[in-house]
């Protein structure tokens, strides 16, 4: 039986509760985390407190957003306490930029974490940036790079990273996006938010940490490690996909891999071609296997 939100409003996030254990808890991973009732953008808002010297691994959540963002400028909103929808700041410091396209993968592979754990739902990656359940979109990922100031007597800028996750939590049919998304309520999963915003917190702060440890163990390239499990749960790797490339271009093939710099390889009659994030318009199943 299925949560029906419709009636009711969901409970708050339970903000204290998470500052303990992921702020103010011994090894506590986040410098800060704040949650709002309702904001424009979890990411916008970070990305302007980043400028303004917002501390490495600030996180903020929001019960509603009223103009959350995907990638290509997508409009994705819900209403109020029926999703996570929480952002992280980065400040890589010593990371090579070459691992920067590899940040949305990993997260994808944080938030698999979490809702195995928290939600009870077995969750699959699609490239670059979605996590499914049954093979329509639970959530969604945007990393957005800018630079800030570095501070001190230099005008110096580094760069900074902002990290932004919706998931669907306790949506109804009626009350999906798209017609091709879900919810953990209609896939049978759990609806409890606050565990699930502490799990994902935790996998992303495990996650993010070994991105950053790839600076100093595989010479600023993807650890084996990483690059082996995202490809495991990848369900993008193998199939036949149509790619939608800027300039009207449209070309067909088998996603064939995931190379170092995070580029999905796509194998087609003429050989094979990778295609970045950053190039893609979309990567759809052939024959309707997901959805835009």
Known sequence: M????????????DGDAL??????GPDAPYSSLEVVEDIGSTNAELLARAAAGAADRSVLLAEHQASGRGRLGRVWTAPPR????????????????TLFGWLPLVTGLAIRDGLREAGGVDATLKWPNDVL???????????????????????????????????????TQAQLPVPHATSLALAGGSVDRDRLARSVLEALALRHGQWREC????????????????????????????????????RTGRADRVDRDGRLVVVDTDGEFPVAAGDVTHVRGV??????
């Open 2 to 13: 299925h949560a029906d939100t419709g009636s009711e409003t969901p409970p708050a996030l």
């Open 19 to 24: 500052r303990r254990v992921l702020v103010e």
């Open 82 to 97: 029926t999703q996570v929808a929480v952002s992280v700041l980065l400040r890589p410091g010593a990371v090579s930029p």
């Open 133 to 171: 359940v049954d093979g329509r979109k639970i959530a969604g990922i945007l990393a957005e790079v800018t630079t800030v100031p570095a501070g001190g007597d230099y005008s110096v800028r580094l760069p900074a990273i902002v990290v932004g996750v919706g998931i669907n939590v306790s949506l």
């Open 215 to 250: 600076e100093r163990g595989s010479g600023s390239t993807i650890s084996d490690t990483l690059m082996t499990t995202y490809s495991e749960a990848c369900s993008t790797i193998g199939a036949d996909v149509r790619v939608e490339l800027p300039g009207d271009i449209v």
């Open 287 to 292: 024959g309707g296997r997901w959805g835009g």
